[in-house]
Nanobody
């Protein structure tokens, strides 16, 4: 059974930092793409960052330069370091996995096979 379990969310003031973790199990971790998405109330789920099996990373324009995605293959865990947080970053953050998605198409949420339950991030002004 494939499981993606997010943790690390919380409430921080504007300018603060958080590190999200996504622990995977029951999943062929290597050779796949992992990503973080987020969804604010009343809005579509949007891609935040992705990391391909070769280590190539991609970011949405709204978080570029502030967020960093990384992975620890030994721990089968993906991280999202979020710095300089803004109130508009407030959302439920989801980890997602797919066997393959083309470079440049990582933001397509329909390309992902597995999802976690999400972790809430709230940034106060």
């Amino acid at each position: 059974q494939v499981q993606l379990v997010e943790s690390g969310g919380g409430s921080v003031p504007s300018g603060g930092s958080l590190r999200l973790s996504c622990a995977t199990s029951g999943y062929t971790y290597s050779g796949n793409t992992m990503a973080w998405f987020r969804q604010a109330p009343g809005k579509e789920r949007e891609g935040v960052a992705a990391i391909y099996s070769g280590g190539v990373t991609a970011y949405s324009d709204s978080v570029k330069g502030r967020f960093t995605i990384s992975q620890d293959n030994a721990k089968r865990t993906v991280y999202l370091q979020m710095n300089s947080l803004k109130p508009e970053d407030t959302a439920m953050y989801y980890c997602a996995a797919t066997a393959g998605v083309r470079l440049g198409e990582w933001e397509n949420k329909y390309a992902y096979d597995f999802w976690g339950q999400g972790t809430q991030v709230t940034v106060s002004s």
